[in-house]
């Protein structure tokens, strides 16, 4: 018997890889998947829906075991960072809404918008460091000037949907060739997405650059960019843009 645990804080792709594993029962015959969401996460119901448990891979017990009982672990935007101890007891891949090794880390596709680097979707060989190890499978998506953050997001997803849909089987019985990159790219952390989201207002720059900014920083009801008013308070804002047909 294979054991897979899957980790995910991110309910359209838990329920599309219950999807597939459903659909490939046959190829799957000697697989147990097991599904958790991770315990830092604040609103697990919609995954509670799916059926997931919580766990907590910061804690040593639970991942050794992790380590005991599982012979492949799957982050699909889990919220936590995998230990050291786990990446390198157990194979574990990461399922990145980003196109290493341009953007590592956080968002990436708010920094895309900006940096004008590529984005898209990385399933990768996880190691130490975040967002890094060898390369499975990759596939970039554009970035138009009309589109907010929502925009590309949701074009990513919609790309890391059809690379699972292609080559799920593959990840599981580990039917792959390893891409090591030499450049390690750049990375962006949570830090670097606070300090975009505080707009000043002297800033100088092309209409450009301040488009980009702001649609950059525009997701649906996220509240993102603002600057600030008298006593601090914070005035929040976004774009939305209406291309004709
Ligand atoms: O599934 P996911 O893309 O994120 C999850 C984890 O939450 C995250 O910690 C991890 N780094 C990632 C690989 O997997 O969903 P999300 O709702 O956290 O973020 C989705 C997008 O929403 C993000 O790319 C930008 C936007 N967003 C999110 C937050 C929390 C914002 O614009 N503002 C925000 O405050």
């Known amino acids: 018997m294979i054991n897979v645990l899957i980790i995910s804080d991110n309910k359209p792709l838990v329920s599309f890889i219950q999807n597939l594993v459903t659909n490939n029962a046959t190829e799957f015959q000697g697989v147990k998947f097991d599904y958790r969401y991770s315990t830092i996460n604040k609103?697990?119901?919609?995954?509670?829906?799916?059926?997931?448990?919580?766990?907590?891979?910061?804690?040593?017990?639970?991942?050794?075991?992790?380590?005991?009982?599982?012979?492949?672990?799957?982050s699909a935007h889990c919220k936590q960072i995998f230990p050291e101890k786990l990446v390198n007891n157990v194979r574990c891949?990461?399922?990145?809404?980003?196109?290493?090794p341009h953007n590592r880390g956080w968002f990436p596709q708010v920094f895309a918008i900006i940096n004008k680097k590529p984005v898209g979707c990385t399933i990768h060989l996880m190691n130490e460091e975040i967002d890094d190890g060898a390369i499975l499978f990759q596939k970039e998506?554009?970035?138009?000037?009309?589109?907010?953050?929502?925009?590309?997001?949701?074009?990513?997803?919609?790309?890391?949907?059809?690379?699972?849909?292609?080559?799920?089987?593959?990840?599981?019985?580990?039917?792959?060739?390893?891409?090591v990159l030499e450049e390690k790219g750049n990375y962006n952390g949570i830090s670097d997405f606070k300090a975009l989201c505080n707009l000043d207002l002297n800033q100088v720059g092309t209409l450009r650059e301040h488009i980009d900014l702001l649609r950059a920083l525009s997701h649906?009801?996220?509240?993102?960019?603002?600057?600030?008013?008298?006593?601090?308070?914070?005035v929040f804002l976004s774009l939305n843009f209406d291309k004709e047909n």
């Open 220 to 234: 649906g009801e996220f509240k993102n960019a603002y600057f600030t008013i008298n006593e601090g308070k914070k």
């Open 43 to 74: 609103n697990p119901d919609s995954l509670i829906s799916l059926g997931l448990t919580s766990v907590n891979v910061k804690s040593e017990a639970t991942v050794a075991d992790i380590i005991e009982h599982y012979s492949l672990v799957i």
């Open 93 to 100: 891949i990461n399922i990145h809404p980003g196109l290493n």
């Open 141 to 179: 998506v554009p970035i138009f000037d009309w589109d907010t953050s929502l925009n590309v997001y949701e074009r990513v997803q919609q790309a890391e949907m059809e690379l699972l849909d292609l080559h799920f089987c593959d990840l599981v019985f580990g039917r792959y060739e390893q891409k």
